[in-house]
């Protein structure tokens, strides 16, 4: 299967642990992307990569969301002393990275993360 | 402020009927919008593309259509089966809108055999 993957599927962690998610896009996808979805919203937009340049990261939620992307393949985003409130499906997509085109983004399955 | 609005409330429809979903938008010019599908526990789904400057697009059994002076897509899919149970996304890029896609919040749509 050569689709984008996000491991763990499912994260359950009490308040106050870190936490941290893995995506592995589909390869030779230039761009990245981490999305928050809650039950009966959208993805919500948290921050994207261009290779190993984080090009946009001022729709993290707090400074307790960080994601990287050391070597431009796969990416991890963290969260820092969690909340309940954080816990939401964490999306990631990866497109081509043309630059210019419109994209299509291709979506992993999600983790799941549950704060008690 | 900028919004994107889908409707909320599921559409129950019946199998073989034409189903016709609507994405409204406030205070954004995208160069183009996307649909996708998502179905429970999974990841969005990639559907159809539309960009400012088309007024149609059709895929099989789907058809999208753009109007940028209404500031409107509606997202049709005909002869309707179980099948296309599922929550539909559309989602706005390029322009105003950005690199990144900004997503409305989803609606349902139960097909009824």
């Known amino acids: 299967d050569t689709g984008v993957s996000q491991n763990p599927r499912h994260k359950i962690t009490k308040r106050g642990q870190n936490v941290t998610f893995r995506c592995d896009p589909i390869s030779e996808h230039n761009r990245l992307y981490w999305y928050r979805q809650t039950l009966g919203q959208g993805p919500e937009f948290l921050t994207y990569?261009?290779?190993?340049?984080?090009?946009?990261k001022s729709r993290l939620l707090s400074d307790r969301f960080s994601a990287e992307r050391p070597k431009g393949s796969f990416s991890t985003l963290e969260i820092q002393r969690t909340e309940q409130g954080d816990s939401a499906m964490y999306l990631c997509a990866s497109s081509p990275g043309l630059a210019g085109a419109e994209e299509t983004q291709y979506f992993g399955p999600g983790t799941r993360l549950l704060v008690l | 402020s900028q919004k994107i609005e889908q409707n909320s409330e599921a559409l129950n429809i019946q199998e073989g009927k034409t189903a016709t979903l609507t994405c409204n938008y406030t205070n954004y010019s995208p160069a183009y919008l996307q649909w996708y599908r998502q179905d429970p526990g999974r990841g969005p789904v990639f559907l159809l593309l539309?960009?400012?400057?088309?007024k149609e697009k059709r895929k099989e059994r789907l058809k999208v259509t753009f109007d940028t002076t209404l500031k409107q897509s509606l997202f049709h899919i005909t002869a309707s089966q179980p099948a296309d149970s599922a929550t539909y996304l559309c989602a706005l890029g390029g322009g105003n809108a950005g690199n990144m896609l900004t997503f409305g919040g989803g609606t349902r749509l139960m097909v009824k055999p």
């Open positions: 990569f261009q290779n190993e340049a984080q090009l946009e």
């Open positions: 539309i960009r400012e400057n088309e």
